[in-house]
């Protein structure tokens, strides 16, 4: 495979290695405000015993729109044209199956990428309580509500 490929598949590969973390929490935020994106930057990296995360969010689509409107105006980023990618959004999270799809943008230095994942093979909610299961197995002592923060690892 040519280096040029290579770099123009690493959104699938991080969607292949982080499903489980995104469904999680994706399923997490529905639990909590029912519709909304899940919200990924990649461009503050944590580095830990299990290796580099990166930081999650889930936008509540009553918070959504003014979400969007700052964050795709912002000058460092590329993505044209901006009104009708708020629009599309918006669109998209207003008709999506949470049980089934992931809404999920991904900020990856100046680029922000609109991802609508659909016929996964694991549902968020399965991602949701194999997360759970591996937390509880491997971390005992810890509270449900420290899982809400729990964040990907690349």
């Known amino acids: ?21 995104l469904g999680y929490n994706a399923w997490a935020g529905h639990l909590s405000h029912k519709r909304g994106a899940l919200v990924c930057s990649l461009n503050s990296p944590m580095v830990g015993v299990a290796g580099e995360s990166f930081k999650t ?22 993505i044209l044209p901006h009104h009708f990618m ?30 609508y994942l659909k016929n996964l093979p694991i549902t968020p909610p399965q991602c949701y309580e194999q997360v759970r299961k591996t937390w509880d197995e491997f971390q005992p002592g810890v509270n449900a509500w420290k899982m809400n923060n729990f964040q990907g690892s690349i």
């Open 86 to 115: 708020v629009a599309n959004i918006l669109e998209v999270v207003d008709n999506y199956s949470p049980s089934t799809e992931v809404v999920f943008l991904l900020e990856s230095f100046d680029q922000a990428t609109f991802f």
């Open 1 to 21: 495979m040519s280096e040029v490929s290579d770099r123009s598949n690493w959104h699938q590969d991080f969607l292949a290695s982080n499903l489980l973390i």
């Open 57 to 78: 969010y889930f936008i509540a689509r009553s918070r959504l729109l003014p979400f969007l409107n700052a964050w795709l105006k912002a000058p460092e980023r590329s």
